[in-house]
């Protein structure tokens, strides 16, 4: 091995997560952004996007070859809070998800 090498790492949630509602034409929107994950033993093959512990999205992966972020837009029906969460799926099945990103209540 070389001196710079990195030792091997696991499977990675998304990093950096960020949630941010909107209204755009009376409709609310939200914005969940993130920077790739970390391959573990398999290539990573796309991002799960779930609400309130039900799955309502995928995002296939690429590679990331900028700084600007993967991300997805969800038009919520209502103005309560809710929580999402962001996985990271591999070919072989693993998974690793970010904690819970709180999207308060709209007034």
Known sequence: TNYFQRPAEPLSPPR????????R???RVVRLTWQT????????????????????????YRPQTTKVPFAFEDAVADRGAHHYKLV????????????ALLVPTTG
């Open 37 to 60: 994950a970390y391959a573990g033993s398999h290539p990573i093959q796309h991002y799960e996007i779930w609400r309130d512990d039900q799955k309502i999205g995928r995002v296939m």
């Open 25 to 27: 034409n009376e409709q």
């Open 16 to 23: 950096d997560p960020t949630a941010e509602q909107t209204i």
């Open 88 to 99: 990271t799926v591999d070919v072989g099945g693993g998974t690793a998800a970010t904690e």
